[in-house]
């Protein structure tokens, strides 16, 4: 399993990434700062407080809110981006 074992903070909502398998890459993740638990990371500073959390094995912040590792290596669309199936 790959996972993340490095963030540096970019401009904006931008970080760059270090996995284990030494891929980096740079992401915008505003577009999945959106529901409850990631609408406070819009304030810049409380962004910023981004680490890798080395048993989850991805970034967190210090108010619970994290993002899957594999979403973020396959550069995935967040869930909110995603539209419902049709019946």
């Not at 904006?12 to 990631?38: C, N, Q, S, W």
Request: charged content about 30%; aromatic content about 10%.
């Amino acid at each position: 399993m790959i996972r993340v074992k490095g963030v540096t903070c970019l401009a904006g909502y931008a970080v760059r990434l270090t996995f284990t398998d030494g891929t980096r890459r740079d992401i915008d993740l505003e577009p999945y700062l959106r529901g409850p638990i990631f609408e406070p990371l819009r304030d810049p500073a409380r962004f910023r407080e981004v680490a890798v959390d080395p048993e989850l094995g991805t970034i967190v912040w210090p108010n619970g809110a994290d993002i899957c590792p594999d979403v973020l290596y396959h550069g995935r669309t967040p869930a909110s981006f995603e539209k419902p199936a049709r019946k």
